[in-house]
């Protein structure tokens, strides 16, 4: 086996120090029933490197590649184009082979990254600290209203229609063991009236901007009511390249921020791993969860980097600790914190408006086919379109012609009869006029 | 004159009156290490005998600091937030953490003497 | 919560080197952070300029500039490079931290998980498309519960934490379809923080059971706690000391009886996999560490995987999504009234299906071992702690005797009782020396406690050459020899970090030099 090192006589040789006959003895703790044999294993056996790619490279032809065709799925996960030295730096053995860094002597290249990501989060989201990540958006959301309950000794969550239906039950089924949560109404292509629903038992209200239905959403006023009850706003990002053109959540007022950064460096990879972004004020710095990196010095005086506050994590404060949350996304952070730097302010500020040059520009060219209606107004890089027919099946027959066109919201709320007809479209500085094209080709007959 | 009692958990508190101070050991500050954060509890707020009342953290440890004795609570050391330092460098005095009022005598008796808390301290 | 700290603050030291004028020694360079560099308008990324107009953004246009520095793209690579030289890796050395794991990262596995065919697919493209990476997820679940003897898995937990956090939940759910409410979750005092930690998220309070002498569970003092109260215990086998639970089956048995679930700690599973099933042990959960066992980079910290196995009487409540095939394509239930018969799904752990890049690594992995290489690579882990324990417990301090251990092995500080030098001290010696310092405090059971884990993928002379470093180091340290561990390391990037100082006044991230500092 090419990973293992040993070879017999080194196994013997070992043996014979640890003064034993052979490596069952090691074992001998283990209840001599439990112990089975290979040929229990219905497994094959060592393969050399040319039969695993055969094998894997086989499987992975079954699937039909996002960048092979004209593409325009988002909904929480969006398709950038990712520079080429992204991913050779985050192969560098020293990132990718590293653990966390609990010492931080030989682990700066990692601390001072983090250091870099926070600065980074923070300068985009408008808020004040972040923290060194979380595993993705649908987690940090999850993480923020049970940090809001906290903060407020309050129950009470309410998720607005427009947050991610993925994102709302990965809430439900983790903060609603600490309180409740309520969804409001969906009202897709509307901001609802979440402001009525706000009382004085109310930890915190969850809104996306731009929402799942693309919509981008005005915070201030949500803000202002949670405040005046002593509830905490909490904003969601899914698309973060949105926050290189629209208002930041921070200068509206919001509280916390979680977002998912996979836009940004990481790539589609069906749905994982990805990279949970979390900031806030802070005066709610010792609530937050997750690892912090901070600055201080050594005892020679130079400049260096530590993780810092752990009090509040799990390996310290153990069951009284703010999170059960002991990772970060580590190499996803660094994948998100090259691409930024190398985009810059002026380079994210093109990408951000490329992209809604795009999709403002197809939006127009599908709401002109006959029965097709564009329902999203404000929008970043996506928009809802109501289908004189069930999107589901739309979406089908497209992809049968080698075109995905997006999203059915019926796939996310399979119960809400109204979103029947509605198709999720996200577009990209990756999406080529040919493939606007197919889409709006390809659609007008679907539809006719 | 007050006199001062000590309990398993490494709190100090001396009594003056019906009125207690409260703070962590000597020994405790020591186990703890450098201390880097103090979360001392509101004046009126009402504690019973061994209720979590503060909390002490330093970089690799945290603490809950229980109260000795019941009583409400009329000032937390508001100067340990800036200098927590305080609790290291003098634990036993500037690094109090916060003061009772209404305490049981009796309550305060049952608590260990220097003599007895050192004795217990030796047997760790 | 753990009451014992260390010191954390390093004092100062004199650098008695010449110093360069640029400040960078040789292949060491100083690096400034990213908001330093860079000038306004540059970019490392090329992306063409277009018109577009402001009506459809609900007059919610940034108003101000974010604050990110401009840098082409050779600035920002030597920038990361640079940085890059500043960490320690397993590719680079030794990395004996106990618990966690540092086996050798194959390069295959990236390679396969950067097929498009993985990596390039969208968690929500019509599931017709996506067939492969369903094939693969879909074989990954016929390893790891083949590996483990248990009937089901549920994948979308993201690291092991949130495969506890999956566990508890399902074991909820199937209390709760009992029609029982059990509030008690047992954890031993030796357990990882995250088990109480969780078990406080999943909404259980913690009890939790003594260790006996020999480091391992208080079995006995398990069987007095078990009652009608008690939904659960959370065990880690083998244990955090390193050794394996023997009375295990006789625990799994009492916990069963008096109605409870047996929740595995898999962290550990490395040591016992091709050999040992945790279904024949009576476990009901457990998750798997994909970045542990199965050798997915550990990346400085993340992304992780925490897929869960569970027992008959669990897998009915697994968390959706779920993965079936329908004999004649893979497809992904997403919703719980889309589920078959007898299923009642508690939830939803995350946004999508788990962590895709790190199943393609993972199946690589076990693919390229197969099962007979999963069960040698287990025996080497094993037999190299062994062979350290062996080979240094002359010098060092074994609290739990002569062994024998499973895959790390366990030392405390009373060989350095008298020495002035602490496991703190010993630790950072270590780095001079060219090593990673082992897992030190850890489990909070052992004094000064010092956790080697060597792993398989260690040649013998690797091996070697550490335990020569070691002794050395300890019986230096025990003949008074202890200028290598004053103010250590001396040698590394930097010198020991103001921990107390940081956390004192902590400055989370870079402000422009007109503003004053956050955080204070």
């Known amino acids: 086996m090419r990973y293992l090192p040993l070879t017999p006589d080194d196994r013997s040789a070992m043996l014979n120090k640890i003064g034993v006959d052979g490596i069952d003895r090691l074992f001998r703790d283990v209840p001599h029933s439990a112990v089975v044999q290979r040929s229990i294993f219905d497994l094959p056996d060592t393969q050399g490197e040319l039969g695993v790619e055969r094998a894997l490279t086989k499987m992975a032809a079954k699937s039909k590649v996002a960048g092979s065709l004209p593409f325009f799925c988002g909904a929480g996960a969006y398709r950038h184009h990712v520079p080429s030295a992204v991913d050779h730096l985050i192969q560098r053995s020293e990132f990718l082979t590293s653990y966390t860094p609990y010492q931080p002597e030989i682990a700066q290249g990692t601390l001072q990254y983090l250091f870099e990501f926070q600065t980074q989060v923070a300068l985009l989201t408008g808020m004040e600290v972040a923290n060194a990540s979380l595993y993705d958006g649908s987690t940090a959301t999850c993480e923020a209203v049970q940090m809001a309950q906290r903060i407020t000794k309050r129950g009470k969550a309410i998720l607005s229609g427009g947050l991610h239906p993925h994102y709302a039950e990965t809430v439900e089924t983790v903060a609603g063991l600490s309180g409740t949560v309520t969804r409001s109404p969906v009202t897709p292509g509307k901001a609802e009236d979440i402001i009525a629903l706000i009382d004085d038992q109310t930890a915190c209200i969850v809104v996306q901007s731009p929402d799942v239905f693309g919509l981008i959403r005005n915070l201030k006023p949500i803000a202002d009511a949670a405040h005046a009850k002593g509830a905490l706003l909490i904003a969601v990002v899914t698309e973060i390249v949105s926050l290189g053109l629209i208002e930041p959540p921070g200068a509206q007022g919001a509280d916390i921020v979680a977002a998912e950064g996979q836009s940004l460096g990481v790539g589609l990879n069906f749905g994982g791993p990805y990279v949970g972004l979390f900031a806030t004020r802070e005066k709610f710095l010792r609530n937050m969860p997750g690892r912090l990196c901070g600055e201080t010095t050594d005892a020679a005086g130079k400049r260096g980097y530590v993780l810092t506050l752990s009090t509040r994590e799990q390996h310290i404060r153990r069951e009284k600790a703010t999170s059960n949350i002991c990772t970060n996304s580590g190499l996803c952070c660094l994948a998100f914190t090259i691409h930024l730097s190398l985009l810059g302010e002026e380079g994210l500020s093109r990408l951000a408006r490329a992209n809604h040059a795009r999709a403002s520009a197809l939006a127009d060219r599908l709401a002109d086919i006959k029965g097709v209606e564009l329902a999203t107004q404000a929008f970043f890089n996506e928009f809802t379109l109501k289908l004189p027919r069930p999107a589901a099946s739309v979406v089908d027959a497209l992809a049968e012609k080698g075109i995905v066109a997006g999203v059915p919201a019926s796939r996310l709320l399979p119960h809400d009869k109204d979103v029947r007809d509605l198709l999720i479209v996200a577009a990209t500085e990756t999406n080529t006029d040919e493939d606007c094209d197919a889409l709006v080709h390809a659609l007008s007959e679907a539809v006719a | ?124 | 919560m753990n009451n014992q700290g260390r010191p954390t603050a390093p004092g100062t030291v004199e650098d008695n080197e010449l110093p360069t004028i640029s400040g960078d020694r040789g292949l060491q360079h100083e690096v400034s952070l990213i908001f330093e560099l860079g000038r306004p308008g540059m970019t490392g990324v090329d992306i063409p300029e277009v018109q577009m107009s402001d009506a459809r953004l609900g007059g919610l246009r940034r108003k101000g500039p974010v604050g990110l520095p401009g840098l082409s793209e050779p600035e920002v690579i030597r920038h990361y490079v640079r940085l890059s030289q500043l960490n320690y890796s397993i590719d680079a050395g030794l990395y004996p931290l106990g618990s966690c794991t540092m086996k050798h990262n194959p390069r295959l596995n990236e390679k396969m998980a950067r097929l498009p065919g993985f990596a390039d697919v969208h968690p929500l493209a019509p599931q017709q498309t996506v067939q492969g990476a369903f094939e693969a997820v879909s074989e990954l679940m016929r390893w790891l519960t083949t590996l483990t003897g248990m009937p089901a898995v549920a994948m979308s937990p993201k690291a092991g934490a949130h495969g506890e956090l999956c566990g508890l939940l399902t074991i909820r759910a199937a209390l709760e379809a009992r029609g029982e409410k059990r509030h008690k979750i047992l954890v031993p005092s030796s357990a990882h923080g995250t088990n109480p930690a969780t078990a406080a998220v999943a909404g259980f309070t913690v009890q939790e059971v003594p260790a006996t002498e020999d480091g391992h569970v208080d079995a006995d003092a398990l069987e007095a706690a078990l009652g009608p109260d008690v939904a659960a215990i959370m065990l880690t086998n083998p244990n955090t000391c390193g050794l394996f639970e023997p009375r295990i089956k006789e625990m799994a048995d009492a916990v069963h009886k008096a109605g409870a679930y047996f929740y595995c700690d898999g962290a550990n599973f490395n040591a016992i996999a091709g050999r040992v099933r945790p279904g024949d042990l009576g476990v009901d959960a457990m998750h798997i560490n994909l970045h542990k066992t199965f050798s997915t980079p550990h990346g400085g910290g993340g992304p992780g995987a925490g897929p869960v196995v569970l027992s008959a009487a669990l897998a009915p409540f697994a968390p959706l999504p779920l993965l079936v095939h329908d004999g004649n394509e893979f497809q992904m239930i997403e919703h719980a009234d889309e589920a078959s018969d007898g299923a009642k799904p508690f939830g939803r752990m995350c946004a999508f299906h788990g962590q895709m890049g790190m199943f393609s690594r993972a199946l690589t992995y076990m693919m390229s071992h197969g099962a007979d290489g999963i069960r040698q690579a287990s025996e080497d882990a094993v037999l190299s702690a062994n062979y350290i324990l062996a080979s240094l417990k002359d010098v060092m301090s074994a609290p739990f005797g002569e062994g024998p251990c499973m895959h790390e092995a366990l030392f405390d500080d009373s060989f350095l009782e008298g020495t002035g030098v602490t496991t703190l001290d010993f630790a950072k010696a270590m780095i001079d020396e060219g090593y990673h310092p082992m897992t030190m405090y850890f489990p909070l059971v052992v004094h000064g406690a010092i956790l080697i884990e060597p792993t398989e993928s260690e040649s013998k002379e690797s091996l070697d050459r550490f335990i020569h470093v070691l002794r050395t180091m300890a019986l230096e340290a025990k003949a008074g020899q202890t200028a290598r561990f004053e103010g250590a390391p001396r040698l590394a990037p930097r010198r020991r970090l103001d921990e107390t100082a940081a956390a004192r006044k902590p400055i989370l991230r870079w402000k422009p030099k007109e503003l004053p500092q956050a955080a204070e």
């Open chain 2, 1 to 124: 004159m007050s006199e001062v009692r000590y309990t398993d958990q490494h709190e100090w508190v001396s009594l003056d009156g019906d009125t207690a101070t409260v703070g962590i050991t000597k020994h405790a500050a020591e186990q703890l290490g450098d201390v880097v954060f103090v979360e001392v509890p509101e004046a009126g707020r009402k504690v019973g005998a061994g209720g979590e009342a503060a909390v002490v953290e330093s970089v690799k440890a945290a603490s809950d600091v229980y109260a000795p004795v019941g009583g409400e609570v009329t000032e937390g050391n508001k100067a340990l937030a800036d200098e927590p330092a305080k609790v290291n460098a003098d634990p036993e005095g500037d690094g109090w953490f916060f003061k009772l009022k209404g305490v049981s005598k009796d309550e305060f008796a049952k608590l260990m003497t220097k003599a007895q808390y050192d004795e217990f301290v030796k047997g760790l």
